[in-house]
């Protein structure tokens, strides 16, 4: 028995009339939440990056210039992401592939430490993370290596030796949390293809351990184990760990008072006592969420998860109506790296995860992860076009 059962319905093709009617090739729904997430995200990238006006100096809108600049482009490589020939997609793999396999490893030598990890590049003021465009990458490799009727032993070893070196390359640096945005992606994919349930267990196993074998290895700086702890740690023990863990522990602690002000409606847009404090580190990348939590409340920040439950259940709804196994894996993939991202950026703040660094999908500051977002998006609206496609495919 495989997973990959629930996929055994195929939609209809268009006929002839249908084919001049041009909106059948998009998604309305799903083109409209990410939208509305993009731009509700750019207004909370703006509340937390936008300072104090005064008479010395107007409000900073730096910031929201840039992530609007970063979402437009975006959205013209999505454009150029659903439009590309899949064929194309395949014979540009390799290159693809191995040029992040190049990035990662010059990371090593010719990365800027940033917050303990050699992740990034960067130039004139400009940055670039390459493990971020690596998880689309990462996930049209596994489609490809995981696209047969059957996945054997065999073809099941190339597919996690194509991810491990990637995994690896980022544990160097090391990046705990794109880690395991990676390992996410791998085991929805695999647990989603033709792979029979007695490999997908021993996988499973597998994983656990290497991930245990990491904790007690000396891979991970003693800052990077304080930060996954603290979450479940009480006031004595973060004591005991020292002081990166009471940092860590203090970001969470001031993410939850800006949730807890919130309350049910909010204190308005803009209007966040610790957002315009600027009392939670890092409030326009990894705290985002703190700041809809304050300023539009259970309500506001409800709506905004609302929006990505929208976008995830359109991804199935792609995935499920794929005309081939190719594109079914590629939309998983995509669906499996936003549910995490979102569910782990999103506890995080909360104090339910554990403090990662994951940006949340369309609404945290950066260039690196809007960008890679939006590729993404144009994937999985690629796969919707292709289900009316006429012409065969290899």
């Known amino acids: 028995m495989t997973a990959s059962g629930a996929f055994a319905s195929r939609p209809r093709l268009l006929t002839t009339d249908d084919d001049q009617r041009w909106w059948f090739v998009l998604d309305p729904v ?47 490589l999505a454009v150029f992401a659903a439009h ?42 400009f940055s670039f993370q390459p493990s971020e465009p690596g998880k689309v990458i990462l996930i049209v490799v596994l489609a490809a290596a995981l696209s047969v009727e059957e996945v054997r032993t065999k073809r099941l070893s190339v597919a996690l030796g194509l991810a491990a070196l990637p995994v690896l390359l980022i544990l160097w640096q090391p990046d705990v949390g794109t880690i395991l945005v990676y390992v996410v992606i791998v085991a929805a994919m695999i647990a989603m293809s033709g792979a029979q349930l007695r490999y997908i267990v021993s996988l499973a196993v597998v994983g656990i351990l290497v991930v245990v074998g990491i904790f007690e290895s000396d891979l991970l ?67 985002i969420f703190s700041v809809a ?65 994951i940006p949340l999908p369309l609404v945290s500051y950066g260039g690196s992860s809007m960008l890679t977002s939006m590729v993404a998006l144009g994937l999985v609206m690629g796969v919707y076009r292709r289900r009316f496609d006429f012409a065969e495919r290899s």
């Open 293 to 357: 939590g304050e300023e539009l409340g259970f309500r506001g920040a409800g709506l905004l998860l609302g929006l990505y439950a929208l976008m995830l259940f359109r991804i199935w709804r792609v995935a499920v109506r794929a005309t081939d196994s190719f594109d079914r894996l590629l939309a998983i993939g995509v669906m499996a790296m936003f549910l995490f991202q979102v569910f782990q950026s999103a506890g995080m703040t909360m104090g339910m995860m554990p403090v990662t660094g």
């Open 221 to 287: 700086a003693e800052y990077q184990e304080d930060r996954l702890q603290v979450f479940v740690l009480d006031e004595e023990a973060l004591v005991e760990l020292g002081p990166e863990a009471a940092r860590a522990a203090f970001n969470v602690d001031q993410s939850q008072i800006a949730i807890g002000n919130g309350g049910l409606l909010g204190q308005g847009l803009f209007q966040g006592t610790q957002t315009r404090s600027n009392l939670v580190p890092e409030q326009q990348t990894d705290f």
């Open 30 to 76: 799903l083109i409209a939440s990410v939208c509305l997430i993009t731009a509700l995200g750019a207004l909370l990238v703006f509340s937390a990056t936008r300072g104090p006006a005064s008479r010395l100096g107007p409000l900073d809108y730096s910031f929201l210039e840039r992530q609007v600049a970063f979402a437009v482009f975006g959205l013209i």
């Open 84 to 125: 590309v020939d899949v064929r194309r997609i395949r014979q540009l793999l390799p290159s693809a592939y191995l040029t992040l396999i190049a990035l990662l490893g010059g990371l090593l030598v010719f990365g800027s430490n940033v917050r303990g990890a050699r992740a990034w590049y960067t130039a004139g003021g």
